[in-house]
C-alpha cells in the first residue's frame, strides 16, 4: 500500500501510532516501527527524566509528539528530542508557530495535528510536512468536528495548494475499514491511538485495557470533569473521550458539585488511576473502543490493519467494476 506517506517517511504501511501521552513509550512505537508503520512517543505535557528513559528503548527510528501549550512552557524537552536521531515531531493542540523554526531547523518533519479549519491555516503557515485532521471520534483531547468531513475538507485546500503537505486522518481508525475509508477521503495515511493503547506494548495498566475491551463506543462520552481530577487543566475548547466510570456517572455535567468536592474527589480518582483501576478511573480512548476486542502485539495490528484495510479497497473496486459493466 504505496501513499506519499510512505514514500516521504520511507515506511511500508500508511500508519502512524498516534503519539498517546504515556502510554505510547519507545517499546510501542519502535514496535510500530519495526512492523512498516511509523512509531511516535508520546512526551504529552513533558517529563524530561521520563522521555530520557522511553527514547533510550526506541530500538527503530521514531518520532516524539508534545501537546504544544505545555511545550512551551519546558521548551527544553523539545531540545531533548531533537537531540536524539528522531525522525518526526508532533506539536499538537496550540500554535505550532513557536516551535516550528526550530523543528524546520534540525531538518526533522514537522508534524501537525489539527482540529479546525483555522488550525489547519496555522499548520500550513508554519509549513508543516504532515497535517492530521483530527475528528472528534478520536482519542486523546479534541473538538468536536467529525473526521468523515474533516478529513476531506482539508484535503481540499491541500490538494489545491500543491502536493506538498502530506495529510492525515485521525479519529476512530482501529480497522483496515477505517484505513480505507481514510484512503478515500483524500488521506495518505492515518494516525491511530486508541487501538494501540490496547496492545501489549503500550504502557496502560491491563485492567484498563480489559475495561476498553469490554466496552462498546457508546461508554465513550466527552468530559471535562476528568481534566478537574487529572490536571493539569487544559485551555480553550479541547475536551477528552472517556470511557464512563463511576465517577463521570456521577459527575458529569456537575462540575460545580465535583469542585465543592474536589479536596476528595482528585485524590480518588488519582489513586485509582495509579492503581489501573477502571471502576472509577477512566480509560482514555475514543468511540473506537467498540471495534476492540483483544489486545495483541502492534505488529500483528499492523498486520490486520493493512489486510483489512486491501480487501476492503478490492471489495470496493469490484462493485466499482460491476455499477460499470452490469452484464459482466
Ligand atoms: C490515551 C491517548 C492519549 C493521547 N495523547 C496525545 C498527545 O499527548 N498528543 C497528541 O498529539 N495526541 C494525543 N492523542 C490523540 C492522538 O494523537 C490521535 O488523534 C487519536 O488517538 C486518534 O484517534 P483514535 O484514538 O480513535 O485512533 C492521544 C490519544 C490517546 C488515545
Redesign the pocket.
Known amino acids: 500500500m504505496r501513499t506519499r506517506l510512505t514514500q516521504a517517511f520511507g515506511i511500508e504501511h500508511p500508519i502512524i501510532l498516534?503519539?498517546?501521552?504515556?502510554?505510547?513509550g519507545g517499546a510501542l512505537a519502535s514496535a510500530v516501527t519495526r512492523a512498516g508503520g511509523f512509531g511516535m512517543i508520546?512526551?504529552?505535557?513533558g517529563d524530561a527524566e521520563w522521555l530520557a528513559g522511553e527514547l533510550a528503548p526506541a530500538d527503530a527510528p521514531v518520532g516524539a509528539?508534545?501537546?504544544t501549550w505545555s511545550l512551551e512552557k519546558a521548551p527544553h524537552l523539545l531540545d531533548q528530542a531533537l537531540a536524539a536521531p528522531r525522525r518526526a515531531i508532533?506539536?499538537?493542540?496550540g500554535d505550532p508557530a513557536p516551535v516550528a523554526a526550530q523543528i524546520h531547523d534540525a531538518k526533522v518533519p514537522l508534524i501537525c495535528?489539527i482540529q479546525t479549519l483555522d488550525h489547519a491555516r496555522a499548520a500550513i503557515d508554519a509549513d508543516a510536512d504532515v497535517i492530521?485532521a483530527?475528528?472528534g471520534?478520536?482519542?486523546?483531547?479534541?473538538d468536536l468536528r467529525g473526521t468523515m468531513s474533516l478529513a476531506p475538507e482539508i484535503a481540499d485546500p491541500l490538494t489545491a495548494r500543491g502536493p506538498a503537505t502530506i495529510l492525515c486522518a485521525?479519529?476512530?481508525?482501529?480497522d483496515g475499514r477505517g484505513l480505507a475509508a481514510a484512503l478515500m477521503l483524500g488521506a495518505d495515511g492515518?494516525?491511530?491511538?486508541?487501538?494501540?493503547?490496547v496492545s501489549a506494548e503500550a504502557r496502560?495498566p491491563k485492567p484498563m485495557q480489559a475495561a476498553a475491551i469490554n466496552a462498546a463506543g457508546d461508554d465513550a462520552l466527552r468530559t471535562r470533569v476528568v481534566e478537574r481530577a487529572r490536571e493539569p487543566a487544559w485551555p480553550g475548547r479541547f475536551t477528552i473521550p472517556v470511557l464512563r466510570s463511576s465517577f463521570t456517572d456521577r459527575w458529569h455535567g456537575d462540575q460545580a458539585g465535583l469542585d465543592a468536592a474536589l479536596a476528595t474527589e482528585r485524590p480518588r480518582w488519582q489513586a485509582a488511576a495509579a492503581a489501573g483501576d477502571p471502576s472509577v478511573a477512566n480509560p482514555?480512548?475514543?468511540?473506537?473502543a467498540g471495534l476492540i476486542h483483544d489486545a495483541p502485539h502492534a505488529a500483528d495490528i499492523l498486520s490486520d490493519m493493512i489486510a483489512g484495510a486491501e480487501a476492503a479497497l478490492a471489495r470496493a473496486a469490484r462493485k466499482e467494476k460491476c455499477r460499470c459493466s452490469p452484464r459482466s
Open positions: 498516534a503519539p498517546a501521552a504515556g502510554a505510547a508520546g512526551g504529552g505535557y509528539g508534545f501537546i508532533m506539536p499538537s493542540f495535528q492530521v483530527q475528528g471520534d478520536a482519542g486523546g483531547h479534541g485521525a479519529g476512530g481508525i482501529a492515518a494516525v491511530v491511538g486508541s487501538r494501540f493503547w496502560v482514555i480512548v475514543g468511540e473506537a
